[in-house]
């Protein structure tokens, strides 16, 4: 093998793994969300998936009779659905809610839950069973309530916000907690869930000083191929080497 044909192969190795890696996060920006229910703009759910405005500009699956369906986004190649749950008892077995993408004012993505009193047991609700008053994610009197992300691949998440009840941002040098997959952590910068990788993510209300909360922003970039990334820079690798080498007898 020529040096002209080793450069060649070890350049090519090279421009595959730097194509194989991301070349930027995707931000699914779920606060972006404006007007009035007839024309609602911004991030909104997939195209060709099926969605209903409720309460007048917050957004749902669009079957609002049944407890469940999916919120579907779609964000630089990536495509994420939301589900909404609520348990009876902290840490309890997990239920069907709705999830919500509200609308008041830079918000986010909630969870609607039942009025136990008047539903205890099914997933139909009737009219004024379904519990519109509280849309973001919270917890106590019997309904502590659970956001599920579920993304296409495997995936890094880079950053995430928060905004609270009020609609305001959590800084990053809150202590206000919540549950990420199961694990207490802050909405400020001292217990932060970033940076983590994964297909499926929960932000559940709880923790040592726990507080109602939306998701308003999240960033993420596709976690690369091990194997192929390995085999790549391997390639690579070998082939520089084999130049160097060469020129070293020449």
Do not use: C
Not at 2 to 18: D, G
Not at 47 to 72: E, M
Not at 161 to 166: D, M, Q
Not at 225 to 241: C, E, K, N, P, Y
């Amino acid at each position: 093998m020529t040096t002209k044909t080793l450069k060649l192969a070890a350049l090519t190795a090279a421009t595959l793994l730097l194509t194989a890696l991301p070349a930027h996060a995707a931000l699914f920006n779920f606060q972006d969300l404006t007007g009035p229910a007839s024309s609602l703009s911004g991030f909104l759910p997939k195209a060709g998936t099926s969605w209903s405005v409720v309460t007048t500009h917050d957004i749902a699956p669009s079957n609002t009779t049944l407890f469940g369906g999916k919120l579907t986004y779609e964000s630089g190649g990536l495509e994420v659905a939301a589900q909404g749950f609520f348990s009876e008892s902290l840490g309890g077995s997990l239920n069907d809610a709705l999830v919500v993408q509200d609308h008041g004012g830079d918000a986010g993505l909630g969870v609607y839950s039942k009025h136990l009193s008047l539903n205890p047991a099914g997933d139909v609700v009737s009219s004024g069973s379904l519990d519109n008053s509280d849309d973001n994610v919270t917890g106590g009197s019997n309904k502590w309530e659970t956001l599920r992300l579920t993304f296409n691949e495997e995936v890094t998440i880079t950053g995430l916000t928060f905004r609270n009840a009020n609609h305001n941002a959590y800084g990053s040098g809150s202590t206000n907690t919540y549950l990420f997959n199961g694990t207490e952590k802050t909405f400020g910068s001292s217990n932060a869930a970033t940076p983590a990788t994964g297909t499926v993510f929960t932000f559940a209300f709880g923790g040592s000083s726990a507080n109602q909360f939306y998701l308003s922003t999240l960033t993420a970039v596709p976690t690369p191929d091990g194997g192929v990334t390995a085999i790549m820079l391997g390639s690579a690798l070998i082939g520089l080497f084999a130049v160097r080498r060469r020129r070293s007898k020449q």
